[in-house]
């Protein structure tokens, strides 16, 4: 180390040396001239030129001592170390106006590179930079993520596992193509399967960290869910609306044929058509609900919801219909609850579905009892998946009517399905009720359950937690 010093030092002073050699060539010149012509003798041209080469070193030897540094320090960033800042010397013949000009131009430049660095790192989607060897050498935090904390200096090609999306990498990465994007599936960190819109590009210098190409990955998966649900959507509708069209389409064949002058065929088949109408009306409207509600994963517009002044509005609004059933409607409140926030139409809709269909397949003269308390023990299924349950809302709705097997238990949330109970007399539906519940009740961070038996009748479920 010393003898390296001692290298650097006499290096210096040999450029130094040839500097003020290189620039007391004129003097040395004009001095040999006057000796030829006889103005001076040999002794005061040697020493003018001594005296010429002593100032002249000494000028040149204040000016270029802080440039050396100065150029040294630019050397060692281009390099890529963050050195100790050049000493500087104030003077007239300094550089130090120079140097100080250019530092606070530098920290100008760390502190928008910090700032683009800040930027990066909390975009909303992944975001990998890639070196010539196909190593990660940034992940901002979405991506970290996503494909795990440990993703820093891994291979980029062991995660690009696909043909066409490796493809497509090589072909940037061998400068065949400045840019690439492409559609890639991929499982994330929860199991679940998420689709991202993944643009491949060269970048036009390499950075600090010696990245050659960038790769970032647009969260498309609530898109591929619309176009999948718009699919099942007019497929669902085509298929259900079939048989109410046909019904419909006969009753009018009818009518303008052999019923064409019989009032009272007309009068039934006019109320029978009607009823097919209500039928197609509540169809598309609840398809159409339920699709709205996939669209969006968290309630609109969210509110403060007093539980109890829900379930006492709803106790009013069905205690009519329960009667004309022959059933009684009742409400207990177990419990003190607290209030919740969510959407009060969205949670009023959800159990007026349980409680329609408690009063549409309950026994005549039953009693429907609608609760709600504090849930003292939760479904088996549901805390063998999730750690730290938060405190939830149990509300329940309990009907005596036919017990529901268990191949129907389920599949009882699933679109247009419904259960069979009363073959002579089967109960009219969408079997989109049930559904648009369950849909709801995701929304809001909860669960549905459904227990049937001949001791207990059918009882539906909801678990809402209470720290919404």
Not at 258 to 274: G, H, I, S, Y
Not at 356 to 363: L, P, S, T, V
């Amino acid at each position: 180390m010393a003898k390296k010093k001692e290298l650097n030092a006499f290096l210096r002073i040999l450029k130094m040396s040839g500097r003020v050699l290189i620039l007391n060539i004129p003097v040395a010149l004009v001095l040999l001239l006057c000796l030829i012509l006889g103005k001076i003798s040999w002794l005061t041209a040697l020493l003018s030129l001594l005296g010429v080469w002593f100032i002249s070193g000494t000028i040149v030897w204040a000016v270029f001592k802080d440039l050396d540094n100065f150029i040294l320090y630019l050397k060692q960033l281009i390099q890529g170390v963050e050195p100790e800042q050049p000493k500087l010397r104030w003077g007239f013949f300094s550089s130090m106006r120079l140097t100080k000009t250019f530092l606070n131009l530098k920290n100008i430049w760390s502190n928008q590179f910090l700032s683009d660095a800040s930027v990066l790192e909390n975009l909303p989607n992944p975001l990998l930079m890639i070196d010539p060897n196909s190593k990660i050498v940034f992940a901002n935090k979405a991506a970290r993520s996503f494909f795990g904390k440990t993703i820093l200096n891994k291979d980029i090609t062991n995660l690009l596992k696909e043909g066409e999306i490796l493809s497509a990498y090589y072909l940037v990465l061998h400068k065949k193509s400045p840019w690439q994007s492409i559609e890639w599936e991929n499982q994330g960190p929860d199991g679940k399967t998420y689709n991202f819109q993944v643009k491949i590009e060269s970048l036009p210098a390499s950075t600090r960290a010696g990245a050659v190409t960038v790769i970032s990955l647009y969260d498309i998966t609530l898109f591929h869910q619309l176009k999948q649900q718009q699919a099942d959507f007019f497929a669902n509708a085509s298929h259900e609306l079939k048989t109410p069209l046909a019904i419909i389409s006969g009753f009018i064949e009818t009518l303008q044929g052999p019923a064409k002058n019989d009032m009272v065929a007309q009068e039934k088949f006019l109320k029978m058509m009607a009823e097919q109408t209500v039928r197609m009306t509540d169809l598309v409207q609840n398809m159409l609900q339920l699709s709205k509600l996939q669209i969006t994963p968290k309630p609109m517009k969210p509110e403060a919801v007093m539980i109890p002044d829900l379930l006492q509005l709803i106790l009013e609004d069905f205690q009519v219909r329960a009667q004309k059933a022959h059933k009684k409607l009742t409400l207990t409140l177990l419990d003190d609850l607290p209030r919740l926030i969510g959407n009060r139409k969205e949670l009023y809709h959800a159990i007026q579905n349980l409680v329609d269909n408690a009063i549409k397949y309950g026994e005549k003269d039953s009693t429907i009892q609608l609760t709600a308390q504090f849930a003292t023990i939760l479904p088996e299924a549901y805390t063998k998946t999730h750690q730290d349950l938060p405190q939830f809302i149990q509300i329940s709705v309990q009907n005596t009517g036919p017990v529901i097997a268990a191949d129907d238990l389920q599949r009882l949330f699933d679109k247009f399905y419904r259960v069979n109970t009363n073959k002579a007399n089967p109960v009219e539906g969408t079997g989109l009720g049930l559904g648009i519940a369950q849909q709801i009740v995701q929304r809001h961070d909860g669960f549905i359950d459904v227990t049937s038996s001949e001791k207990e009748g059918t009882t539906f479920s909801i678990y809402l937690p209470v720290n919404l």
